[in-house]
């Protein structure tokens, strides 16, 4: 669970938090990616007020609660104050009124203050805590960029996905992650694949052992993450299964809800690995610029079977006559 704790570690510098109180509270739990200014709740009507939410105060609440006898503001900031408040963040670095600051240390509630501006920092905190509760998976594969494409390579232990991902390396195209690849939907309909941070720009090689991809191929050669656009599963040739020979059926794999265009790869000795999956890469991208090759070609050949078939009733029709 995300707790107030971990935000204020990994984004608290870039939000220029300091923490004022609360500190014992900073275990608390952020339920929903969700923050809101008190604003109307400061005046004791609560019927929309959601208590889980982290609050931000303002220009205005601040300015609000200074106009209020000391007794008032108490009261009015005890109703809003519960035990469910994640935390409680005071834009600009405002002053903060004594009777918050007491009341989130006497109810164990983390209060920061911030050095951005209110709407800056509502809306970077909307997008980070998005990007934190964002759903996320883990796959077995290997991710590389090729051709400006994010393709995961998927198959069988020792099949021979790292091997592929080498040569594409070769050939000038990026590593992501190796072996394992953390996927986070983004936006509800993308996805973003990344590596652990302990693996990153390694690979292992049977028979070599690990190996540091930016260190030997240079910067150039890797990458934090990229948008997950096609899998491809390499495994070996079956004699007894049928390969589609044209492509018009496109099969897609369900990853957190999104599909994403999914490649068999049967291989066996003397097809080149690495050129097919730069071919499959190609395209896919010439699909997702509106042309696809088999569909083009069924509809030439389907004008081209009319065709014939019209000719041969005019044949027909001029003999009997």
Not at 167 to 172: D, V, Y
Not at 176 to 181: A, L, N, Q, T
Request: charged share 25%; with cysteine.
């Amino acid at each position: 669970m995300y707790t107030v704790n971990d935000l204020y570690k990994v984004h608290g510098k870039n939000l220029g938090l300091f923490l004022v109180a609360g500190k014992a509270g900073l275990k608390r739990k952020i339920r929903k990616p969700e923050v809101h200014r008190p604003g109307l709740s400061l005046t004791g009507f609560l019927k929309s007020f959601k208590s889980f939410r982290i609050l931000i105060f303002g220009k205005g609440e601040i300015e609000y609660l200074r106009g209020l006898d000391s007794s008032v503001r108490l009261e009015r900031l005890k109703r809003i104050l519960t035990h469910t408040t994640p935390a409680v963040i005071v834009a600009r670095k405002y002053t903060t009124p004594k009777e918050l600051k007491m009341l989130c240390e006497q109810k164990k509630i983390p209060l920061f203050r911030a050095s951005m501006p209110t709407m800056g920092l509502i809306s970077y905190m909307i997008l980070l805590l998005n990007d934190e509760f964002a759903p996320t998976t883990t796959l077995h594969g290997t991710l590389v960029e090729v051709f400006g494409v994010g393709v995961l390579i998927q198959g069988e232990s020792a099949v021979g996905k790292s091997e592929a991902a080498l040569g594409l390396l070769e050939r000038g195209h990026r590593l992501i992650s190796d072996d394992i690849v953390k996927v986070k939907k983004k936006e509800g309909n993308y996805l973003i694949g990344s590596g652990p941070e302990l693996t990153r720009h390694l690979m292992e090689i049977r028979g070599i052992g690990l190996i540091n991809v930016a260190h030997l191929h240079g910067a150039v050669s890797v990458r934090e993450d990229k948008v997950l656009d096609l899998v491809i599963k390499i495994e070996q040739w079956n004699d007894n299964h049928f390969y589609d020979r044209v492509g018009l059926e496109e099969k897609y794999k369900d990853i957190l809800g999104v599909n994403i265009p999914y490649h068999i790869l049967p291989i066996k000795p003397g097809r080149d690995v690495i050129l097919l999956i730069e071919t499959i890469t190609l395209n896919h991208r010439l699909k997702t610029s509106g042309y696809n090759t088999a569909k083009d070609f069924n509809v030439k050949l389907l004008k081209a079977m009319v065709s014939k078939k019209n000719k041969r009733q005019v044949y027909e029709s001029s003999n009997n006559s």
